[in-house]
């Protein structure tokens, strides 16, 4: 099956598209890559939706990529005595180490590290940012605050810190059991949540050990103020718009998108934008005027992917969701101005021979109008090079390792294809042709241009350039 589109499309699982038939309904309608929450979905469900995922995916003959979500530190105060508060703007609330019930003057704040590094002056967001309290004095058993905005609060409502910077990691114990099991499920993704700084992926990477990429969401101003590390040390990125508006103005947002997605792209690493892309779909068949905009500036930017949250996860229409986000990305990508738009952000490639490579088999394809970048790839290291060129040809990724191909399901414009590896260089080229022939992107009397590393199976060598007509 051969998509219309290049950037591609990440559907969260959920309890209205968890069953089989309905997983492959929905890869079918233009999911490239499905998400397990891991904040809703135990290890038993995980197991069995990975499961379900690779039925659909021998079914249908096409490397389809998972990730696993994993929840992060969720901050949270305790319980009030009346379950509820009502508070009025200006007037004094206290954050406490006592456990015993809340009420309108103070509430338990179960996180001791919170009490620690808050400092007076800075704020702390309630409910998703409801309530807006700034805190004047902090001596580590309790913060007190003044009330900015807002007046409701109640039970186990989260807590943003915008301003501070918590002395933890960003995996907690849950997270260390979701991500041993989700690797020994086999996910191709683990997405970290609130990374606020590079030192945070450290124990993510020792605990997979190559058995699954890692994607670093930027939902936190921490992690937007050392964007550059993070990117260096991460293997994709997302740009996690739901917490980074609670905790950043919300003005903000649509230019740190930008930011985000430029500078993951330079690195040649995967971006993905999300949250409320289709948001009103839970509940109606179409979206809004404004999400189809919404869901377009992120394929104009050159988003790797887009991402379905509760639209495809719990809401009515899973599957016209889907359907909508692959139409709007066509019809984005068919427009005469998308071609210029994606060059303009092209940017210089890095000194290596990949690169180098990588650079010119998109302009060779491109000024001979060639019908495909075939790219020979185990690590999907060369996959990654061509695909940061953002070439106006279809880019087909060749690799005998399954994993592999599965992790390139998230990259802008790869059609992966499991083959057995090429024993000579004849061979790579009649490979090379023929699947390109097989898979809809040349006919016979069509050229294709071939990225590949000699000697053949050595990683990370690409040095390699053929031109090659297909029989």
């Not at 939902?219 to 997302?238: C, F, G, H, N, Y």
């Amino acid at each position: 099956m051969r998509r219309s589109r290049k950037v591609k499309i990440l559907a969260t699982l959920g309890p209205a598209s968890s069953e089989e038939h309905m997983i492959k309904r929905l890869f079918e309608a233009g999911a490239d890559v499905f998400r397990i929450n891991m904040s809703h979905a135990d290890h038993d469900l995980m197991r069995t939706l990975v499961g379900r995922i690779r039925n659909v995916e021998r079914e249908v003959g096409r490397p389809i990529g998972i990730l696993a979500d994993l929840q992060g530190p969720k901050l949270r105060v305790g319980k009030f005595a009346n379950g509820a508060e009502t508070l009025t703007v200006g007037q004094t609330f206290t954050l406490d180490d006592d456990p015993k019930p809340g009420d309108s003057t103070r509430v338990y704040l179960p996180h001791p590290e919170i009490l620690k590094a808050v400092q007076p002056g800075h704020h702390l967001l309630i409910d998703d940012g409801r309530l807006r309290l700034r805190a004047v004095e902090a001596d580590g058993k309790k913060i007190v605050c003044t009330v900015v905005s807002g007046t409701k609060i109640s039970d186990r409502k989260g807590v943003s810190l915008p301003d501070t910077d918590l002395p933890v990691g960003a995996l907690t114990a849950k997270d260390r059991k979701d991500l041993d099991a989700a690797l020994d499920a086999g996910v191709d993704w683990i997405a970290l949540s609130f990374i606020q700084r590079p030192e945070d992926l450290a124990e993510a990477r020792k605990i997979a050990r190559g058995r699954a990429l890692l994607l670093s969401k930027i939902e936190k101003p921490q992690a937007v103020t050392r964007l550059a590390e993070i990117i260096e040390l991460s293997d994709a990125l997302m740009v996690a718009r739901g917490d980074l508006g609670v905790e950043m103005p919300l003005e903000a947002v649509p230019g740190i998108q930008k930011q985000i997605t430029r500078a993951a792209r330079k690195a040649g690493k995967p971006v993905v934008v999300a949250t409320q892309m289709l948001e009103s779909m839970i509940s109606a068949p179409v979206p809004t005027r404004a999400e189809v905009s919404d869901v377009s500036i992120a394929v104009f930017e050159g988003a790797d992917a887009i991402m379905l949250s509760a639209e495809s996860a719990a809401g009515d229409y899973p599957v016209e969701a889907v359907a909508t986000m692959n139409a709007i990305a066509e019809q984005v990508e068919r427009d005469p101005l998308y071609p210029g738009i994606i060059n303009a952000q092209r940017s210089e490639p890095e000194p290596t021979g990949a690169d180098a490579i990588s650079l010119a088999a998109r302009e060779i394809g491109e000024t001979l109008k060639l019908s495909a970048i075939v790219s020979y790839t185990a690590s999907g290291a060369t996959g990654l090079r061509a695909a940061r060129e953002r070439p106006q040809l279809p880019i087909i990724a060749l690799s005998p390792v399954t994993e592999t191909t599965r992790r390139l399901s998230l990259v802008w414009g790869i059609h992966c294809v499991v083959t057995e590896d090429a024993y000579n260089l004849d061979d790579m080229v009649d490979r090379a042709c023929r699947i390109a022939k097989e898979e809809g992107f040349a006919k016979a009397g069509d050229r294709i241009i071939i990225m590949a590393g000699v000697p053949l199976r050595t990683p990370g060598a690409t040095n390699m350039l053929r031109i090659a007509i297909v029989n």
